[in-house]
């Protein structure tokens, strides 16, 4: 019998806002959400984005005037929906009218005569141009006189062709909510989006953790591009171009692997598995098929799973953009056929479109097995019995579409009807595509959906893409539709992709509805998501999502009617302490967890027997468990 891998919290941070409690999702159909469920949302992003402050649980104004919902939303309103999704690029990441490069300039004296220049003698290159002559003016200044001529590179500034990303909310800072002392963006968007799925919980990490032996938690999560800002990898590369020094810190910071460092080190404090798979855009599913495999199997009870991506630099603008992957100014005008470029729709799924549009984001989700989450009485808001991953065999361009994906979708598919059977598939499922925005992507994920719809006699299959409205996040996109995914089982609307005006006509929808408005789907209530993922270099993973709804009737017949009873009354507890928590992040207050150097283990306290061992700090044992995996092939 294998346990079932639920998910019992989930958070994080996007362009959306705070994930927790479906925010995130609440902001891209805000359109159809009820006057208070509306207004919460926008007040919790005012205060994200410091538009409005919180004293003694009241809103108020720069003036210290009380402010209302209703103020809230008439004041700040427009301004909260501007600065949220997918926008151009604001110039707390760089100027994008202005973005820095250096020019080379070949220097020589007039009619080849030399040329002298002053400088300083320590800044004398080592060793000397052979057609140099200094003559020491003082003890710190020097005269050169060049002979030949000489190249140099001057500052210069210039336009980049893609002006529009997926942005945190204007004003929100991950790195301002801790103590973030030279930590990569990517790492601070790890510890704020880890925290806010933990908080999410609603039960204490200190009573999860009480209730399974220490190497019965793992940790799953990565980042694609690394960290690339100053504080790492992108601060390595350019030290000594820059004239500085390389930092302590900034090669170990950098590395691919620190989102799953970090929660281990400074949030958990676990010593149970760890891990950081990267599959390119694929990255999260690729870590959330390990964490639902180590569930299904036993190895593991408890997993963290995510990833922070912090993309938005030049660097990856411009390599990007090489490549001719972005949505650039001068293409979304040519797609709107308009003068001025709306880079709020620069995300186009499945539409005319040029590019997809680089996104940050942070998202992590906790799983548990079914039997934990019944003793803890943790809430449920899905479950994930599978994800599968399938290569796309011999390629000739790295990242270019192939056929790895027909198989995962396909795999998906067929086992999602082996659980809950054809008629809910069919009926009462869709996708939450990967939607990238790009012209390759609308036509090749469009016909694989469709030849596989077709396949399992699936008829107008909805179709979302979230990254409509975050962009896309690299690692993390995954990540994205998945919370996406979970806030359409709560609230029952699947979002339509609101960036275009139509479906392109070279997109295959004969068997699929893509929507451009949100689907209530109330009288049809969905049970069954697939989260579709391509990455660069044949990285294809699809995801199957059960509903809580689902879930609960699963619970109910493993265990009975009478236990689920009594589940369902330790539920209103963690409940209620999760709401509180969502109450007092709504007014700023998110209690980021960041225990650096605190509660560190003392080694010569482990004991060890032939039994089991005992670690400071954990309150149950780690016990060696009896292998007869290969009992047939032994004496």
Known sequence: MSRLPVIVGFGGYNAAGRSSFHHGFRRMVIESLPA?????????????????KVENDNYLDADDQPLS?????SRFGQQILDGTLVRRIEKRYLDVDAAHWQKNLTITGEAGKPFSFITLNKQLPEPLPSDWAVEALNDTDVMVTVYDGCDIKVDSYRALAVKSAGQLPSGLEPGELYASRFHPR?????????????????????TIADAVEPDEVAVFASSAMSQLDENSFGGLMQSRLKGSRVSAKQLALGLNSMPADFINAYILGS?????????ACASFLYNLQKGSDMITSGRARVVLVGNGEAPITQECIEGYGAMGALATEEGLRQVGGQDEVDFRRASRPFSHNCGFTLAESGQFFVLMDDELAMQLGADIHGAVPDVFINADGFKKSISAPGPGNYLTMAKAVYAAMQIVGPEAVQQRSFVHAHGSSTPANRTTESEILDRVADAFGINHWPVAAAKAYVGHSLASASADQLVATLGSFRYQIIPGIKTIDAVADDVHQQHLQISTTDVDRHSKPLEVAFINSKGFGGNNASALVLAPSVVE????????????AEYSARREQTRAKAAAYDARALLGQLDIIYNFGQG???EQGIEISDAHISIPGFSKKLTFRKDERFKDMLD
């Open 36 to 52: 208070a469920e509306r207004q919460q949302t926008l007040a919790g992003l005012a205060v994200l984005m410091k538009l409005v």
């Open 69 to 73: 919902l209703d103020d809230i939303e």
């Open 186 to 206: 990517g790492l601070q968007l790890t510890i704020v989006a880890a925290t806010d799925a933990l908080r999410s919980v609603g039960i204490d990490w200190q």
């Open 271 to 279: 010593v149970g598995t760890t891990g950081a798979i990267t599959g």
């Open 553 to 564: 009737r699963m619970l109910a017949k493993r265990y009975g009617e009478e236990a689920f």
């Open 600 to 602: 560190m283990i003392d």
